[in-house]
């Protein structure tokens, strides 16, 4: 954007600063159905367009699928998402009314969308407990996580998420020691500690084994009414297991949305994954 | 209200001792007579006083290092402000005792024919002003400086060599002149403090005491962070940034709190090592300074708030001896310890009895 | 300009005549050393009218003995002896004189004051001794000497120098010489009493940058003459337009050759820090090796100093580079990926390498010797004159950076060094042997540092600490820059040399360094990847 255009947007006089008009984080207004609007969202890193006028919505509670060959670009549109890069341009709504492109990752997670990273991220020098404990919404200032007693509900809260991944036996082990399926899961059950309205899960099967796969599947497939969830995942026999509805993401925008069916029988991506 | 010395068996050792150091040491300074076996003189008490006053800024340092990841090469600077503050209460306490003879002005701006105190030393002359500037000095500047490479997201090697150039900067700055702090010489020729003689035996005592007590306050504090659910975090900001940042903390505010809490605590131990030596010079400000407590915190073992005490104590020591015995040796001996530590014991002396307990 | 020929008679016409004497050496006999012998023998006469004549003569003789002459007799220091009669040079001892044959120029000892008697000189005669010191100069076969001579004349020009300068206008070939001479005619024409010679002067000499016109027009600004008063501000401005523009020229190349110090100390850190990403705290020590290299190989031949400075080069390489590669193999191969631990562990090299140096060399500085091309400066106008040894560096530095990025861009080890820090991996799967190349790297990087160490011996002391001095600057550099990015490199130094030397006159030294590095402190929270940031996906 030029200096005068972003001059101009500045002084708009339908709008007001920024800093008059607080966003409220707190409540994600849902009223119209969906949850996160992607439009026109555009992003290059050295002239390669990593994201391409991407446009797509999640409805509230949906279970959706995202594929795609490497290099389609979606892990970026979960950077995007969640604040760790900033797009060229578009725009990405939480709701409609948080404006998920002018907040810090914090305060997007805080506001209720969670994520799940390709690599398998959790604390290693920490104990399964202490992992799940640090994920827990609340208020996370300095002051009040330094002051931060766990009340006996808290305590149940993280003996249920254990439960639900299957990690209640180990609750004093150390996550550095978990096997790597046991790390992905681990790594949901923070995403689950933190109360998301929104959950993104970036290949969350990979190194799994089919037994695991089947209880991912069901974890994903449980969370999904509750949550929404947006899963990313290469594998197509979990896609199908799970999926409703997919879309198929290249060269940085949609190709194909629709069921599984649909999409597998579309031409394009056909072309795409078998062609060329 | 030990609730926070649970399971740290190293830190009940260091607050037993320290206890029990408070107790025997004036006694047998200042009631056992010289001569006696048992006596221990001025010197030796100033020294440990000295020891403990490094002891605290290792703990400092240790917070943000070995429980945060940050490599600070900038709390020699904190140190040094916190000194430089005592240095300039101290200073106008010699009033018409100094060389010169002049009520008002210290020494060295009579020598540079400074016709008054300049505005940053007004209230100086006051203890309470001095010590919340002790606090303060140190504190705000590490709050500025984290503030802005925190919120940029300068980490890594890339923040200690920010460190390193901000105190590299200060040390020129300090060595000038026109700034005011005496330039080369810094500040000495301390006469008392609080109005009793720095030369008199129960005021040498007194400062050993509260050097103790500093550090077990110390400890306690860091140790109470090191424990609680912010503690943990603060590790798992060192292990996985990112990861913190995506389940909702601030990073930024919680890498600054901690930082600047660290600056406040070396600036508390410069104060307290100022009045025990009865110089603070700009040679405080040397990179080499800052780097070398770092090893402190490392021989004893970092992210154990007990082992940078011990590592401080060592060091020092070794360094007190050998400068006495073999000057040309301490530089070969601590250059070899920084090699030997890091790739030999990357979890120090404290790590060695982990292990030991853990093999058990 | 020619006008005062006619105006002034106070010279000998021999004397004008004397400018001519390179074309006229082949037609007018006698000369050489029987008519010197003789002029010598004339100089001995009582009357100053003849001694005048001798003068002449001993002039026209054109022998090289005839300045020394000339100069002792103008400084009373000529005598004869009285009992040999053999004319003499006397140079006063604590009893008498130490006196050397004019003729033979060989020492004849010890001769008390009244052994001696003096020739003497009145006014006239030392004005003509003067002039004719001055023409003799002015007919030297060399330019050099001839420049040298009429830059001698300023400021005590008087009539007699004005005649002969004319003159010698005429044959002079040589435009700096013509140059000089007329910015020197002119100058003099500003005290003339006729108006338009004035004028016509103050406009000749608005170009001048010779502090001695600056003088004259200042004092020309305050004659009661509007015209000439107004002239000579003009002028005046202009110059000093000029003057401070020419400052600005020298402060750049200061910060030039300050940034190229900057750059040739950070250049090896370049590749250690940036393309490897280790970060070599020792770098500044080796530096230092490299500085001793230069002082040991002085030692060594010590009559060859311009020689030893070449091949310290070669030596400063290998000696530092070895070393690095050393540190590389022992300490920093099992620390890759833990940045911190390698600036910890690097750091006590560095007290390691110093104290070790300061237990065979003693900790004092060093002196290490410049070779006589480095000394001297280069003279573009009287207002701006550059420093060979600074003019060097720079040369240097940018040689030294040219070479590197070939050898980075170019060859076979600069490509595989690349290969490896994008991927190491990938890079080992290539079937390159990665843990060589990082030694090999690391040998190159450490290397230059000895390179960068040879040329700060000649600006800079020598001594234990002086690699203390150069790794925070260097660490900055290559921040700033950008790290992996050799050209950052090069501009973040010599923007902050540049910088630095400009802030320098208001700041002064200590303050202006201080205020660069809050300034990158800041810059780097503004922009973490620095001026230059390498290029890729952010992570």
């Known amino acids: ?143 009040s996580t330094f002051r931060a007693r766990l009340s006996s509900e808290q305590h149940d809260r993280i003996a249920s998420v254990m439960e639900i991944i299957g990690l209640s036996d180990c609750a004093k082990q150390r996550a550095g020691a978990l096997s790597h399926g046991q790390k992905q899961w681990l790594e949901i059950g923070m995403l689950l500690m933190q109360n998301p309205k929104l959950l993104l899960v970036d290949e969350p099967v990979a190194g799994m084994t089919h037994q695991e796969m089947d209880k991912t599947g069901e974890l994903l497939t449980s969370l999904a009414g509750e949550h929404s969830v947006v899963v990313v995942e290469h594998d197509m026999d979990f896609v199908r297991s799970i999926a409703k509805k997919v879309s198929v993401l290249h060269q940085g925008s949609i190709l194909a949305e629709g069921s599984m069916d649909e999409v597998q029988n579309n031409q394009r991506v056909i072309e795409v994954y078998l062609g060329e | 209200m030990f609730y926070m010395l649970k399971g740290d068996r190293g830190g009940q050792a260091l607050l037993l001792l320290l206890s029990i150091a408070v107790v025997l040491i004036p006694v047998l300074n200042l009631v056992v007579p010289e001569g006696h076996a048992l006596h221990v003189s001025t010197f030796t008490v100033t020294l440990l006083g000295k020891y403990l006053a490094f002891a605290l800024l290792a703990v400092a340092v240790d917070l943000v290092w070995g429980y945060m990841g940050i490599l600070s090469l900038g709390h ?26 002049n009520p008002d002005l210290p020494d060295f701006m009579v020598f540079l024919n400074w016709e008054e105190v300049p505005w940053f030393w007004q209230g100086f002359d006051s203890f309470w002003f001095a010590m919340i500037m002790v606090a303060l000095v140190p504190g705000l500047l590490a709050f500025v400086f984290g503030a802005l490479a925190f919120r940029s997201r300068v980490t890594g090697v890339y923040l200690s060599i920010m460190t390193q150039a901000l105190t590299y900067a200060l040390m020129l700055a300090f060595f000038r002149n026109e700034m005011g702090f005496g330039g080369n010489n810094g500040l000495t020729d301390f006469k008392d403090i609080l109005g009793f003689s720095l030369q008199s035996d129960s005021t040498r005592v007194a400062l050993f005491i509260a050097s103790a007590v500093a550090l077990a306050l110390g400890y306690l504090a860091c140790r109470a962070i090191v424990v609680s659910r912010l503690g943990k975090v603060v590790v798992a900001i060192r292990d996985t940034e990112d990861r913190v940042r995506f389940i909702g903390y601030r990073v930024d505010h919680i890498k600054l709190a901690i930082f600047t809490f660290s600056a ?59 400068t006495g015995a073999a000057p040309e040796v301490w530089l070969f001996a601590l250059g070899a310890l920084f090699v030997l530590v890091t790739l030999y014991l990357p979890n120090g002396l404290a790590g060695l009895s982990k292990k030991k307990e853990a093999a058990v | 300009m020619l006008s005062f020929i006619t105006k002034n008679r106070f010279l000998p016409v021999w004397l004008l005549g004397l400018c001519l004497l390179p074309a006229l050496a082949s037609a007018t006999p006698p000369v050489g050393s029987d008519a010197f012998a003789q002029a010598v023998e004339r100089l001995q006469v009582k009357s100053y009218k003849e001694r005048e004549a001798a003068v002449a003569a001993l002039i026209s003789s054109q022998d090289e003995r005839v300045k020394p002459v000339l100069e002792a007799m103008l400084n009373a220091r000529l005598f004869y002896t009285k009992k040999d009669k053999i004319t003499v040079i006397g140079i006063k001892t604590k009893d008498g004189f130490s006196i050397t044959g004019v003729l033979d120029q060989k020492s004849l000892g010890n001769a008390s004051k009244s052994q001696l008697k003096k020739i003497k000189v009145n006014n006239k005669l030392r004005r003509i001794l003067r002039a004719g010191i001055a023409a003799l100069a002015l007919s030297d076969p060399a330019p050099e000497v001839r420049l040298s001579a009429v830059k001698q004349m300023y400021g005590k020009l008087d009539n007699a120098g004005i005649q002969i300068l004319t003159a010698h206008y005429e044959t002079e070939t040589d435009s700096k010489v013509r140059e000089e001479i007329q910015t020197l005619l002119h100058i003099h024409d500003l005290s003339s009493d006729d108006r338009n010679t004035v004028l016509k002067a103050v406009a000749a000499l608005s170009k001048s940058l010779h502090p001695e016109v600056r003088n004259k027009l200042e004092l020309l600004k305050d004659s009661t003459d509007q015209e000439i008063s107004a002239a000579s501000g003009d002028a005046l401005k202009h110059i000093e337009g000029q003057l401070a523009f020419y400052a600005k020229v020298k402060t750049a190349f200061f910060g030039l050759s ?47 100093i311009g020689m030893s400075l070449l091949v310290a080069i070669p030596t400063a390489f290998l000696v530092s580079g070895a070393v690095g590669i050393l540190i590389e193999r022992l300490v920093i191969r099992h620390l890759y990926g833990r940045p911190l631990e390698t600036l910890l562990a690097t750091f006590g090299i560095s007290l390691i390498l110093q104290q070790t140096v300061r237990t065979i060399f003693s900790p004092l ?54 290969a490896v820090s994008q991927n190491r991996a990938m890079a080992r799967a290539m079937g390159i042997r990665a843990s060589r190349v990082d030694a090999l790297t690391f040998g190159l990087g450490s290397g230059i540092a000895g390179i960068a160490g040879v040329a700060l011996s000649q600006i800079t002391n020598v001594g234990p600490n002086m690699g203390q001095d150069y790794i925070i600057d260097s660490f900055m550099v290559v921040v700033f820059g950008g790290v992996g990015n050799l050209w950052g490199t090069l501009i973040g130094g010599f923007s902050l040399g540049i910088a630095n030397k400009f802030m320098e006159p208001w700041a002064g030294a200590v303050l202006a360094k201080i205020l660069v590095l809050v300034f990158i402190i800041l810059f780097i929270q503004k922009r973490p990847r620095g001026l230059f940031p390498q290029k890729g996906r952010v992570n």
């Not at chain 1, 409805?59 to 060229?88: F, Q, W």
């Not at chain 3, 480095?374 to 070479?403: D, Q």
């Open chain 2, 264 to 322: 406040v605590l070396a600036g508390i131990a410069g104060a307290l090592y100022v009045p025990q030596v009865g110089i603070i010079n700009p040679g405080e400000f040397s990179p080499l300074r800052s780097i070398e407590l770092v090893v402190w915190v490392a021989i004893g073992g970092r992210a154990t708030l007990y082992g940078a005490v011990l590592g401080a104590f060592i060091v020092n020591y070794s360094k007190t001896y050998l």
């Open chain 3, 365 to 418: 500085n060093r002196s290490v010797e410049t070779p006589q091309w480095m000394s001297g400066f280069l003279e573009i106008n009287p207002a701006l004159s550059l420093t060979y040894n600074r003019l060097y560096i720079i040369l240097f530095c940018l040689l030294v950076f040219a070479v590197l990025f070939l050898v980075i861009k170019k060859t076979s080890l600069g490509l595989s060094v690349r």
């Open chain 1, 1 to 143: 954007m030029s200096a005068l255009a972003k001059i101009r947007e500045t002084f708009r006089r339908d709008q007001v600063f920024d800093f008059v008009n607080k966003q409220d984080y707190s409540r994600v207004d849902t009223s119209h159905g969906q949850i996160l609007y992607v439009e026109d969202v555009s992003v290059s890193f050295d002239g390669f367009k990593a994201i391409n006028e991407l446009n797509f919505y999640i409805e509230v509670g949906e279970l959706r699928c995202m594929i795609g060959p490497n290099g389609a670009g979606k892990t970026t549109m979960m950077d995007i998402i969640t604040g760790k890069t900033r797009p060229d341009q578009g725009s990405v709504w939480f709701g409609q009314n948080i404006n998920l492109l002018k907040m810090t990752e914090p305060e997007i997670a805080q506001a209720g969308v969670g994520r799940k990273f390709q690599k398998p991220t959790v604390f290693e020098h920490h104990d399964i407990f202490e992992n799940l404990e640090m994920a827990m919404a609340g208020n996370k200032g300095v002051w």
């Open chain 2, 76 to 101: 020699g600077a904190f140190f040094a402000l916190g000194g430089y503050a005592m240095g300039m209460y101290l200073m106008l306490q010699i009033g018409d005792r100094g060389v010169y003879g």
């Open chain 3, 258 to 304: 300050l940034g190229s110090v900057l750059v040739l100390a950070a250049i090896g850190l370049a590749i250690t820090f940036g393309v490897m990403g280790v970060i070599n705290m020792a770098h500044g020590e080796l530096i230092m090796l490299g500085a001793y290299t230069t002082y040991v190989i002085q030692q060594l031949m010590p009559q060859y």
